[in-house]
């Protein structure tokens, strides 16, 4: 998740003694405390993928396919169509082979505007997890506000896990030769939409939630696409016979597919947990003047202690027993699911104390806003408090406000 924030106000306000209101504007570096805000790396990534005149995915010579690495910069070779939205039908098909023993890509249609993060907004696609000798497949969507859902009411074959007896993915092979379907029908589900796969024998299918096909999505091409998370394993995908729009590709020659960072090598510094927020004399949350906080954040994990991190100034001790108020200008450039950012009072001890248990959502002894929501809902701006004590605390429900991860900046007050 990368934020930006400018605090205008922050400080405790108490009704019988004179409001003490702390203002920092940030035109300089305010050097406020931090604990592994800056804990940079960089980690090679390689991507080669596109044309081949190989024949891994079982057809002819000739097939779309090659390394493909997750990572926060999006990398795809898709084919151009004509622009479609949530309102039409959709269709795909073609053969399939994942040669790979690691990587995480999405096989589907997109638009090459909103490749930013995952879940990526404007997608209906096939998702692929490598994994050893077999590969996992997810049906997914996501739609023009951020909102998405995947596999229910039914996702691929599960078997019982021989130690804890529950049921998870029976997966596929790796390197078979599968044949895959992709259809959207907006019509299905009771005129909600329905994404339904078929994958080797197999089918899974996804029920869009209610609201999201009015969401609306665009889609500019299919193809593709690495998941675009934080950097992490790179694997052969290859596909071959690709029927999109009615036309048949067999890649017997080069298609000229469209294509983006399919062929590169770089180093990237998007690596998670590797915080990287702080001061910057950056204008992103819409500030009068350069300078704010902000950057790339991560959710922590309080089982370690290098994995909690914060950069805040001291404004107490306070407490409950008088009132807190804190706000200034944010906005939001990137954000992954499952990922979450805070912004508030906290205990600089409690708050960061290592525990052996994840059993609640929030640090101990905090107080402000929890930037994060279900991936069905997108990003909420949800109000959110905890006691010292553990378990008891609140977060506020999905009637609370949205952001979206657009670079639009603004107002907060909590």
């Known amino acids: 998740m990368r934020l930006a924030i400018l605090v205008l106000g922050l400080g405790a306000l108490a009704s019988l003694d004179p409001p003490v209101l702390r203002t920092e504007g940030f035109d300089r570096d305010p050097r406020w405390e931090a604990r592994n805000a800056r804990s940079p790396d960089v980690r090679h990534i390689v991507q080669d993928f596109g044309w081949s005149p190989t024949s891994h995915a079982g057809g002819a010579a000739g097939e779309i396919g090659g390394l493909i690495t997750a990572a ?91 130690r804890s007896g529950r049921l998870q993915l029976k997966g596929f092979p790796r390197g078979a030769h599968l044949r895959w379907t992709l259809r959207y029908d907006p019509g299905a589900h009771g005129g909600a939409g329905e994404v339904r796969v078929d994958l080797g024998g197999e089918t899974a299918v996804c029920h869009l939630d209610p609201g999201h096909r009015q969401d609306g999505a665009r889609f500019t091409h299919f193809g593709l696409v690495n998941v675009l998370k934080s950097a992490d394993d790179a694997g052969e995908v290859w596909i071959d016979d690709v029927e999109v729009d009615g036309r048949l590709e067999d890649f017997s020659r080069d298609p000229r597919w469209d294509f983006l960072n399919n062929r590169r090598t770089y180093e990237t510094g998007f690596i998670r947990p590797r915080w ?136 907060w007050r909590a």
């Open 72 to 162: 926060a910069e999006p990398a795809w070779c898709a084919r151009r169509i004509r622009p479609r939205t949530l309102e039409d039908t959709l269709y795909a098909s073609g053969r399939l082979a994942c040669t790979g023993r690691a990587f995480h890509v999405l096989l589907g249609f997109f638009n090459r505007g909103t490749l930013n993060e995952w879940r990526t907004p404007n997608t209906v696609a096939i998702r692929l997890l490598g994994r050893g000798d077999r590969f996992y497949a997810y049906v997914e969507y996501c739609t023009s506000r951020w909102r998405a859902g995947g596999d229910s009411p039914g996702g691929f074959a599960s078997v019982p896990d021989p």
């Open 276 to 411: 990287d927020f702080g001061f910057s004399p950056t204008r992103f949350a819409g500030g009068r003047a350069p300078g704010e906080i902000g950057g790339r954040v991560f959710r922590g994990d309080c089982r370690e202690a290098q994995k909690l991190a914060c950069y805040a100034a001291p404004v107490g001790p306070v407490g409950l027993d008088r009132p807190l108020e804190a706000g200034g200008r944010v906005s939001l450039h990137r954000g992954v699911s499952d990922s979450t950012a805070l912004i508030g009072f906290f205990d600089s001890r409690e708050s960061l104390r290592v525990h052996d248990s994840q059993s609640q959502a929030l640090p101990r002894s905090f107080l402000g806003v929890m930037i994060e929501g279900p991936s069905s809902e997108g990003f909420l701006f949800r109000p959110a408090w905890s006691l010292s004590r553990p378990g008891v605390h609140a977060i506020g429900g999905l009637e609370s406000p949205r952001i979206y991860p657009d670079r639009s900046h603004h107002s």
